[in-house]
């Protein structure tokens, strides 16, 4: 572990730094979305007949398909890198405090993703605003996706507010360091403040992380988005109790390897070795792996109840799942994962930040393509497959593909831009990180050090 | 609102007992004020013009109050004007010179529209029951128990795979390739070979399987409980209360396409890409500017438009041809579709399932006599035929040789033997047709029991030896022998729903053989395009996909 301090300065030089590295990340990210944008504006003059999907049943196609798998993903994503952050304050992992904002920051960027899917996929999205919220109080009482758009909203709200009020602490004492150009933007973020707030604030953050801690599981990734397809009744392949769980176990497992990721990325840009320690990637990896080995846990679980004797239709899609190559891929990368990380624990020497990068990607490139799949599969072998043509056929198009690129460049600029805007590691982690506990202690500390 | 709940009104059971108890302590008629309110409220729904309000009532409301001062269709503008609301402006007709109080014109116009016109005057006392159509909105459950569900009973022993269905159901709404709103398929599976191995023994008579292949007629199956409605997350599938119907509004549908990803039966068919014919060229659009010349498009009390193919983005499945339900399509074609019509063998059996007299509840409740009234009564001579040809004393052998050796008729012993065992079927049942439609299993009933009755004038068709002739003596109890009979040249299908342990309640039944859980499709007697039409869209939308590589899947 490095013996280096953390200082402010740390902190502040993403915000006070221009590279030229910068500049192409910046330009390779807007890329991405713009490309996809043009894209997405070809689909919505040409129809969703550019895309590869179809009616299932006769015509021998899959309604749903990449856009929906991305959806729960990014969702998943979304919902787990809030989980993280709540687990850090509510549970007291002082060790992750460092990148606690940048799982929030990914949680935003996750929602931000989901609600464009949403967008992308819909036949008529200029009819949103008028046929979703005109209709939403008798919807609202019988539509898993209408649930699916509340919770969502109530999330991106919750962990928007999250967000903001740990802010407040940080731009405040960081102000004169933050460039003069976004005055504006830290005015309205800091109004009213004062340090009698701070330890309201903190409550109000526990009990914000509570919440979040409480509504993932029965609400979240552990209920509304599952039961958008496990409560149907005639789509064997996604039916099932489990779903909540192994849903829940995926969102957890894409977060935290997304969150692996973008530290990763931070810590090599700013030189945060002192930072985000190694310690910090060999806990998350540890995590990970206990969440992949649910995750293959509860994949037996559901296989298992299909093909043993199963009834004719769960047997037919969960013997067709297994059998399915990419699946197969999928599951083999979680495993080699889950391998790897077992190793690596009890030989440590076995560990470097390189491979926990190689494992992240690998379990979500698996979650992606399980995701995918898992949508595809419902509409391949439902309860009423009599039809010549079911299973269909389904590959995405270039756009749907292009929608990927999209997405990611979509968040990779949400934090490309956050990062010039406000400090990305709390300033609340690097305090602790000195060992200076008591807030009020050494913020009167700080203002003589300034 | 509770969705179980079966009152009319938005503030519940309760509340109406509570109005209706009000009305009962006047004078006047309380089934009429209730089935007054019921209507009243349908019109703040918009379901109901002002004018068909007034009309239907308008006898009844004189004979009881002696006078009818209800806004007409010439008043209609007028009360829109005043912007009082329907219930409000109805009320102060009533109210004729003001001087009444609020409660006495109530109790006086009848519970009903009292019921609705509370939710005008609750707006001004800041009641709880303030704007109650606007906190109603659009249904999505059915809330009133309408007398009407339209449905099917559809014969499948009947079916030859002629693909007529599929291909009039195209053509009346506009279909694309590939958007098979109804659908016929042949199917095999373990218990039931398909025509290849010959031989179905299911059966035992001449007078169905058309064809040696097992069939399936898939149109939308119109579920009472539909899952496409439930999860709908616009209230753009919706079921009219008026008739079951479930039906898309096109205008509100936001193509997320979670009803066909709902749907067990995958009924739905996605507008993936602009429709081949344009919205100009919808049929019965000729002259938009006649209300009743509107067939298709614009549809639905002039509001939804719910009828012919989608419009790009949203979704489409079996409509049941409502505009031809509403008789904007003539009076003719109330009680029909377009795949009904079409069907040579008249395997699909339309009509008002809670009807018992509709031809899809007699073919359903009946199926072995329905099948013989419907294949026999054309061959049944008139009561004017077998009066001028048979003679007192006659045998029955010597009646039939008359009746068959004249010009007028045909008969052998066959049809006299099932015509008789109908007569003794429908001892017991509903044999009134009635004046509804899709009554014409009952009506041709008639035929042969008028046929029946007119040579028992002349014949003992009951006697032993015309029991031996007819082979109605097969077991003694006349009844049993005649249900024999009956089976012998029928058959006797089975009926079943389609996934009934879904819990879908569909409201088409089938008659025949049902289909295993392994049962897969087998190309049926006609290929889909030898009648020009797209079995598998997906080779249509593949053209356009970006970047498409043929064969490749996941």
Redesign the interface.
């Known amino acids: 572990m490095s013996t280096k301090e953390p200082t402010e300065a740390d902190i502040l030089r993403p915000i006070n730094t221009l590279t030229k590295k910068y500049f192409i990340l910046y330009g390779a990210a807007a890329l991405g979305l713009v490309a996809f944008l043009i ?1 997405w504006a ?1 689909q919505l003059q ?20 990449l856009y929906i798998g991305a959806f729960i993903w990014w969702v998943g994503v979304a919902h787990g890198g809030i989980i993280l952050s709540a687990a850090v304050r509510l549970l007291g992992m002082d060790r992750y405090m460092p990148i606690a904002r940048l799982a929030e920051m990914t949680t935003i960027g996750g929602l931000s993703a989901a609600g464009f899917y949403i967008l992308v ?5 200029d ?2 605003v ?3 919220i ?2 939403y ?3 609202v ?6 649930w699916d ?1 509340t919770v969502i909203t109530a999330y991106f709200v919750l962990s928007a507010t999250y967000l903001g009020l740990t802010l407040r602490y940080d731009i405040s004492r960081l102000r004169d360091d933050l460039p003069d150009m976004f005055e504006p933007v830290y005015k309205i973020m800091t109004i009213g403040y004062s340090e009698k707030e701070d330890q309201v604030i903190d409550r109000m953050v526990w009990w914000l992380a509570a919440a979040v801690i409480i509504m993932a599981p029965l609400l979240l990734h552990g209920g509304v988005i599952p039961w958008l397809f496990a409560l ?4 064997p392949a996604w039916s099932g109790g489990i779903q909540g769980p192994m849903f829940l176990s995926i969102a957890l497992m894409s977060a935290i390897s997304g969150v692996m990721i973008i530290s990763y990325a931070f810590r090599r840009a700013y030189d945060w070795d002192h930072i985000i320690t190694d310690d910090i990637f060999r806990g998350l990896l540890l995590w990970l792996g206990f969440f992949t080995l649910l995750f293959l846990w509860f994949q037996l679980q559901a296989n298992i109840n299909g093909v043993f004797l199963g009834p ?2 769960s047997a037919v899609a969960a013997e067709a799942k297994m059998a ?1 190559p ?1 699946y197969q891929l999928a599951m083999g990368m979680a495993f080699l994962t889950l391998v790897y990380i077992f190793l690596q624990a009890i030989r440590p020497s076995l560990f470097s930040k390189k491979r926990a990068l190689v494992a992240s990607v690998a379990i979500l490139s698996a979650t992606l393509t399980e995701k ?2 898992f949508v ?1 599969e ?2 391949l072998h ?9 299973p ?4 995405p ?3 749907e ?1 292009l929608s990927l690129v999209g997405t990611a460049g979509l968040v990779a600029l949400l934090f490309l831009n956050l990062s010039k805007l406000v400090p990305v590691v709390e300033l609340h982690a690097i305090e602790h990180m000195r060992g200076d506990h008591g807030h009020s202690d050494d913020a009167t500390e700080q203002e003589v050090e300034a | 609102m509770s ?1 179980d709940d079966e009152s009319f009104h938005p503030l519940g059971e309760e509340w109406e007992d509570e109005l209706e108890s009000m009305l009962d302590d006047t004078e006047y008629d309380s089934e009429l004020g209730m089935k007054m309110a019921q209507d009243a409220m349908r019109v703040t729904e918009g379901e109901l013009s002002e004018a068909e309000f007034h009309d239907r009532y308008h006898e009844e409301v004189m004979e009881e109050f002696g006078e009818d001062e209800r806004p007409t269709k010439e008043a209609y503008e007028a009360a829109q004007e005043e912007a009082k609301g329907t219930a409000a402006s109805m009320l102060e007709k009533f109210d004729g010179d003001g001087e009444e109080t609020r409660r006495e014109t109530m109790k006086k116009m009848g519970v009903g529209a009292a019921a609705v016109g509370m939710g005008a005057f609750g707006t001004a006392a800041d009641g709880p029951e303030q704007s109650l159509a606007a906190e109603k ?4 459950e059915t809330t009133e128990e309408s007398d009407t569900q339209w449905g099917m009973t559809i014969d499948l022993d009947r079916c030859d795979g002629c693909l007529s269905c599929m291909t009039a159901c195209s053509q009346e709404n506009d279909l694309d390739q ?1 958007v ?1 709103w109804m ?1 016929v ?1 042949a ?1 095999e599976d373990e218990n039931h070979s398909g025509a290849s191995d010959g031989g179905n023994t299911d059966t035992n008579s001449q007078f169905n399987r058309l064809s040696d292949y097992n069939m ?1 007629v898939r149109p939308c199956q119109h579920c009472t409980d539909a ?1 496409c409605e ?7 599938r919706h079921t009219r209360d008026k008739d079951g119907l479930v039906l898309t509004d096109y205008d ?7 009803c ?3 749907c ?11 429709p081949d014919v344009a919205y100009e060229d919808i049929d019965g659009l000729e002259d938009p500017e006649d209300p009743d010349e509107i067939t298709h498009a614009e549809y639905e009390h002039g509001e939804r438009w719910v009828d012919s193919r989608a419009p ?4 489409s499945k079996c409509t049941m041809c409502p505009s031809m339900q509403d008789g904007k399509q003539g009076e003719e074609n109330v009680g029909t579709t377009a795949c009904e019509t079409a069907c040579p063998p008249d395997a699909i059996q339309f009509g008002n399932v809670k009807d018992e007299a509709s031809d899809p509840s007699q073919h359903r409740e009946y199926p072995t006599k329905s099948r013989a009234v419907i294949d026999i009564n054309a061959n049944v001579p008139s009561p004017d035929v077998v009066d001028s040809n048979v003679s007192d004393g006659d045998s029955l052998e010597a009646a039939i040789e008359a009746i068959d050796s004249t010009e007028d008729a045909d008969l052998d012993e066959t049809t006299v033997a099932v015509a008789k065992a109908i007569e003794i079927q429908s001892r017991d049942t509903e044999t009134d047709p009635g004046d509804e439609e899709n009554n014409s299993i009952l009506e041709q009933q008639q035929t042969v029991l008028e046929f029946v009755t007119a040579l028992e004038e002349y014949v003992d068709l009951e006697s032993e030896s015309a029991r031996e002739t007819l082979d109605l003596d097969q077991v003694d109890d006349i009844g049993n022998a005649a249900q024999i009979r009956l089976e012998q040249y029928a058959g006797d299908p089975s009926s079943f729903q ?2 009934e342990d ?3 309640n569909p409201n088409v039944t089938y008659l025949g053989t049902q ?1 295993g ?6 190309e049926g007697p006609t290929k889909y395009e030898d009648v020009d039409l797209l ?5 249509y ?2 053209k ?6 043929d064969g ?3």
């Open positions: 894209a070809y040409q129809g969703l007949i550019v895309t590869g999907l179809g009616d299932w049943g006769s015509g021998g196609g899959s309604t749903w398909g996929h819909m036949g008529r999205p009819r949103m008028t046929s979703v005109g209709h109080h008798i919807t009482n019988n539509s898993p996706l209408v758009v149907l009744p005639a789509m004719t239709n399915h990419l995918i799949l595809v419902g509409f439902p309860t009423f497959d009599i039809y010549a043509n079911t269909g056929t389904y590959f198009s270039a756009i593909w | 969705t909105g659009p249904r999505q590939g098979n659908y398929m199917w399936l899952p439930k999860v709908c997350p616009t209230t753009a509100v549908c936001i193509g997320c396409r979670y066909q990803v709902a067990p039966y995958g009924v739905n068919y996605f507008q993936w890409d602009d790009r983005g949203v979704m389609l996934l879904i819990g879908t289909p859980p392994e049962a897969h499709q087998v079995d598998k869209r997906q080779e939308l593949d356009e996909t970006v970047g498409h590589v490749v899947s996941l």
